[in-house]
């Protein structure tokens, strides 16, 4: 039987480069044992963080280590970097790309055009669920519960110094303390300030100004954190609910991906209508972005008041050992391999549903 080749494209433009490479790794490693090692050969297609690609001993290296190639600033012969347009022996493209360049429709649209099957959300779903302002305009049109937020643009924060002492101000008024300080456009919870005065909200959304042009400010809220798995297209399912405890202040990016740094607790140790409430949410929200594939879907439960309130929706979670997201489908009866295995058949799917479309 001829095996599927499959593109596992990993690394990237962003700050979650090393985490990409790590969730490739994983997969690689899926795809090689029950029930796919008759069924798939990947190929590993690695792109450096100055955007420079490699395919072949340099890629296959890096995903064996688990390391980036370092970037030297040395001329690439043209030679050297595969254009994706004329790879043309890939069956089936499994992009990895965690952040900016990867995850926010950029990529995806390169394999829409070149009209191939790819695993995860379109152009659409993935732009939306990257941006978080646009993601929070979504679900608030489906009429799904979020917390209080307010949209700043990096040109209130760095233009006239007389606009920035009033934004801060209106922030005071409608979020108040605490209040989360987050980039518009970046994942793994880079680039998020937690404040409580007045002087750390000045401070944070500078900060934030460094990262992206929109900024989203959220208020802070008293509430255990549970997350849930989406698999699928049209007819999306959803997993068991999981619970995320931790050490730190908040869940920042060292707690994520530090090991004994989060406590995950799957399933979560709540009411099953709570359970049940969460998992109609999060297709709710799969569905509202037009996502595809697979999505992670995080919530606030405040205890106190039985309210579950929608966070976000990620469309290409991580795919590491401490990954919620797989955790979530093996605690479901998914395992790892399989779950993998179904992504790819998904993405077939929906490649063969658009070719037919009229």
């Known amino acids: 039987m001829t095996k599927l080749r499959v593109g596992l494209l990993f690394g990237g433009c962003s700050g979650e480069h090393e985490v990409s490479i790590t969730s490739a790794k994983a997969i690689a490693n899926a795809l090689s044992i029950d029930p796919n090692p008759s069924k798939y050969e990947v190929v590993p297609i690695y792109i450096e963080k100055n955007g420079v690609w490699h395919r072949g001993t340099e890629a296959e290296a890096v995903l064996e280590s688990g390391q980036p190639l370092t970037v030297t600033g040395e001329v690439i012969p043209s030679d050297r970097i595969p254009n994706p347009a004329t790879v043309k022996d ?103 300030s937690k404040v409580r005065s007045r002087q750390e909200l000045e401070t944070a959304l500078d900060a934030a100004a460094t990262y992206d042009r929109r900024i989203i400010v959220e208020a802070g809220v008293e509430a255990r954190e549970l997350e849930c798995a989406v698999l699928g297209n049209d007819y999306p399912k959803a997993s068991v609910v999981g619970e995320i405890s931790y050490n730190s202040d908040f869940y920042d990016y060292e707690t994520k991906y530090t090991d004994g740094k989060a406590n995950l607790m799957i399933p979560a140790p709540i009411d099953t209508a709570i359970a049940s409430k969460v998992r109609d949410m999060a297709i709710e929200a799969f ?72």
């Open 90 to 192: 890939i069956d089936l493209w499994f992009p990895i790309l965690h952040g900016p360049n990867g995850e926010d429709g950029t990529v995806q649209g390169m394999l829409t055009l070149m009209q191939v099957p790819y695993v995860g959300s379109g152009v659409l779903g993935s732009a939306v669920g990257m941006d978080k302002i646009a993601m929070k305009m979504a679900f608030s049109q489906a009429g799904i519960p979020q917390v209080r937020y307010q949209a700043v643009r990096r040109s209130q924060v760095w233009s006239n110094p007389c606009i920035f002492p009033k934004l801060c101000d209106d922030l005071d008024a409608a979020l108040g303390y605490p209040c989360f300080v987050k980039p518009a456009n970046l994942g793994s919870s880079v680039g998020i």
């Open 287 to 358: 569905l509202a972005v037009d996502a595809a594939g697979l999505a992670r879907v995080d919530f606030f439960y405040i205890e106190k008041t039985g309210e579950v309130l929608l966070n976000e929706i990620n469309t290409l979670p991580g795919f590491t050992a401490l990954s919620m997201y797989p955790q979530l489908w093996s605690a479901t009866g998914v395992s790892f391999p399989e779950l993998v295995n179904q992504l790819i058949e998904l993405a077939l799917e929906r490649h063969t549903q658009a070719a037919e479309a009229p």
